[in-house]
């Protein structure tokens, strides 16, 4: 009997503990309710979150050890007797506790639940947030759902460490950077600033994880380029503007994967000049008077080997015999590798032993090697007989060939002087113009660079604050309103 009540006591305080105790706490309140705890103020920009272990009175039996994490970066471990000071970007959180290796009931527990706690927080606020652990016996493992924490839930604990906002911001990935600013669903959102692993910057408005308009790509060099870009990696891509750290304008107009495309402008010294990148963003030549002489240079090359064309017949007329001699070389080193090395048996009965276990097939193969040795024997001695003989048909042959080779050679020697005195007849007769024609051309290529230039103007006018415009605006014309959204 005494047995039967102690296990219904037994029951029905485990029924008890577990009806009171079976649920994870996550609550935010304003630090405003709880004096005398005197909180910190925000730095401008920024926000505050108080976060502390809110233990439960049955968790005076136990104490466990909670690993905090802010989006799944890890703080530190959390205990009952201190809290934790986050700073962060205005923006959404996912504030978490992890439960740590504990000891239960003489067993080694290995811990790993988690409770998670999604926030949204403003500039300027100052929140606290509870979080705690209690042990049921139904469900040993299991955060509160509510926690009714009194005012001064601070007063007694320690602040383990207070966690500046550039740790806060950790796992707000953009583009492989760091970014420190807001964030929204954690993406990058609002203004801040970007660091890029390849030591470029940005600094200005993100809009949920893209770059905007609104801000400004620093490179390593200094230079800055503030336009439109592409949505899928990040680089300019679209118009903008590059500037140097100077100030002045490397080039306004259209860029593609990161790089300036095709013609533009830009101004150096307050003089505005054409620039050309081309299809791949390698920058062109632009200067008049080198691509005139560049130009020039090319078209006299050009009529110069359009010209006097007399050597070109007996140049083949050499190739084709000198091919002719290298044909009959290997034509005879060919035919000599082919010839059998005996032949002693041809043309007379030989001696050869007939193996009394040769089997038809065998003696078939033998009959018929025989027979190609004959035919093979007979061509040989059909050519010449001897080798001496058949190399000296060789030496006749290309002695021959090399003296119809050495009249080729001496038609096509005196066909190239005759064509080498046409050519600098002529080279003479471009050279007294060249001067004349280069001059020609810078000016025909300076008018096309002006009438670029002008085309562009008129198409910014009114326009002068798009970044694509910005190399056209008035010297009164401050960057201050300059605007990319076009």
Known sequence: MDTYLHVLRKAAFILLSTLLLSSCLTSAVNISSTPPFAAQTPAPGKALLYVFYAKYWQENIREYELQLLVDDEIIGTIGTSDYYLLELWPGDYDIAVELLPYTALGKRR??????????????????????????????PLNFYTAWPFKAGALEGRTLTRQVPHTETAQAIKTYGGQWQGPARELLAH???????????????????????????LIYPDGKRYKGEYSSYFGKPEGKGLLTDADGNVVFAGTFYDGKPYEKGVSSRNGQLHYEDYGRYGTKQETDPATLAEQSITNQDKRRLASISKEAEPFNAEV??????????????EEKEASYPSQCTCAFKLCLESNPSDESLEERRARKKAQSRRDAACREWRATGGTYAERKA???????????????????????????????KQK????????????????????????????????????????????????????????????
């Open 190 to 216: 609002g203004e801040g600033t970007l660091r890029l692993p390849n030591g470029m910057t940005y600094q200005g408005r993100m809009e949920r994880g893209d770059y905007t308009t609104d801000g400004v």
């Open 319 to 332: 190739s084709r015999y000198q091919r002719m001699q290298r044909d009959a070389r290997e034509e005879f």
């Open 393 to 423: 048909q060789l030496d006749r042959e290309l002695a021959n060939i090399s003296g119809n080779l050495a009249d080729a050679l001496a038609q096509l020697k005196q066909a190239e002087q005759r064509d080498a005195a046409v050519r």
């Open 110 to 139: 290995q811990g790993g639940e988690m409770a998670t706690k999604g926030i949204s927080i403003d500039a300027g606020e100052i929140n606290l947030l509870g979080m705690g652990y209690v042990d049921a016996s139904s469900n």
């Open 427 to 486: 080279a003479a007769a471009l050279a007294r113009t060249r001067a004349a024609r280069t001059a020609e051309l810078e000016q025909k290529i300076r008018q096309q660079q002006r009438d670029n230039l002008e085309e562009q103007r008129l198409a910014c006018q009114g326009k002068e604050t798009y970044c694509s415009c910005y190399a056209f605006r008035p010297p009164s014309q401050t960057s201050g309103s300059l605007t990319c959204t076009q």
